[in-house]
């Protein structure tokens, strides 16, 4: 198979960067045929915000640049990753044109909530799935708190919903969980076309026979991720050692409550060697995050690595998560109940044996790479027959 990937990246690399180029090595591994055409969104940079606007919604440039592609590598299918803001629903049109499928895997909510995160001011929100024209997102501001932002990407879902882009334009769409796939359908996006497919990790390792005791957090040091909840429950759990691994806009502030409190110690980035060496010590992860996750990548690291997790009650993560077999389950922003879960998991050593055998199964069920990629191809054939049936019934009606 031929395949051709579309990633536009964001200007801080991500997990999304890291999952198609997962994708892209799995692939070429298994002898398809794959070219990458990316973009990055620092390529906006010093342009006016009225170009960059209208780029979000239409770029006939990278149309006719992906239209290039498609004529010289001739792709039996496209995968799109993101395409914000650089390449815009345009691509699609490029494929359409062609005659060829698109397979889109939705990372995150951009689909049907301007800001990506159907999050606003720390708590879950969906007020623009009720909304015709996005009306709660542009009144307050969610894309980077700049209105003029927000409209763009808020014109931008509007105006392909009424081209009805997503529907005619895009064969199949991967959502990352159950949660995710129902959301979507939620926000408009048409469920005869979501399937779903985990991320995945290709070099799980081995766990190791023994552990340190001690908790870890690995993530974006920023309020979504819960990293106050985190630290509020420390002040309760002087006992409990926590290592914070990450960077983000909290990292000072992480950094001063490491010295004040006796348990937690603040480790800074990590490399992603560094990280697996401290999964493989841990006695267990914590994901406290308050907004809808799609699907941590950590979380299968973990899983990997025999380490269970202890995650928020909250969308995907409590799906991903089962709670006293993989991990437990609290309430989200809850510090109280925060501490006494991981005082509990770590005055159980039994149970956490246990469950560090649990995840371990889970991820060779559901997570390894092989089993991505036999998924994976799954879900290309089913795009390519879909096409086909579509293509054929236009035809047949003309």
Not at 85 to 112: C, D, E, G, K, W
Not at 240 to 252: S, T, Y
Request: aromatic share 8%; net charge positive.
């Amino acid at each position: 198979m031929r395949v051709l990937l579309l990633h536009n990246r964001y200007q801080q690399p991500g997990g999304e960067d890291a999952v198609c180029e997962s994708e892209r090595r799995l692939l070429a591994e298994h002898g398809h045929d794959v070219v990458e055409v990316g973009v990055d969104n620092s390529s906006l940079e010093g342009r006016s915000r009225v170009l960059v606007g209208v780029q979000t919604i239409w770029s006939a440039e990278n149309r006719r640049a992906v239209a290039k592609a498609i004529r010289e590598f001739r792709p039996d299918l496209m995968h799109v990753h993101n395409f914000h803001a650089v390449f815009s629903p345009s691509v699609y049109y490029a494929a359409s044109a062609a005659v060829i499928p698109v397979v889109q895997t939705v990372h995150n909510f951009r689909l049907v909530c301007p800001a990506a995160t159907l999050l606003r001011r720390g708590a879950v929100c969906e007020e623009c799935f009720s909304s015709s024209f996005y009306l709660p997102a542009l009144r307050n501001r969610c894309y980077r708190q700049d209105r003029k932002a927000t409209a763009a990407v808020a014109a931008m879902l509007w105006i392909h919903s009424r081209l009805r882009t997503w529907r005619r334009k895009v064969t199949l769409y991967i959502a990352l969980t159950e949660f995710a796939r129902r959301k979507l359908i939620e926000g408009g996006l048409p469920a005869d076309r979501i399937v779903v497919k985990p991320n995945f990790v290709a070099d799980g390792q081995e766990p190791a026979s023994v552990r340190e005791g001690f908790a870890l957090f690995v993530g974006r040091l920023a309020p979504e991720k819960g990293i106050h909840t985190l630290l509020e429950a420390c002040r309760r759990l002087p006992e409990i050692k926590v290592r914070v691994v990450g960077d983000g806009p909290l990292a000072e502030e992480v950094r001063a409550a490491a010295e004040s409190l006796p348990g937690v110690s603040y480790v800074g980035r990590q490399s992603g060697q560094g990280v697996r060496a401290l999964m493989r010590r841990a006695a267990f992860l914590v994901v406290p995050s308050t907004w809808y996750e799609g699907f941590p990548l950590v979380v299968a690291e973990a899983f990997a690595a025999g380490l269970p997790v202890i995650a928020s009650r909250l969308g995907s993560l409590a799906e991903v998560v089962s709670d006293g077999q993989t991990g437990f389950l609290f309430h989200p922003g809850d510090s109280e109940h925060l501490a006494a879960i991981m005082r509990r998991a770590m005055s159980s050593e039994q149970d956490l044996e246990q469950m560090r055998l649990n995840v371990r199964r889970e991820y060779e069920l559901r997570y390894t790479a092989e089993v991505n990629y036999r998924r994976l191809l799954d879900i290309y054939q089913q795009a390519l027959e879909r096409h086909r049936r579509e293509t054929h019934r236009a035809d047949a009606s003309t």
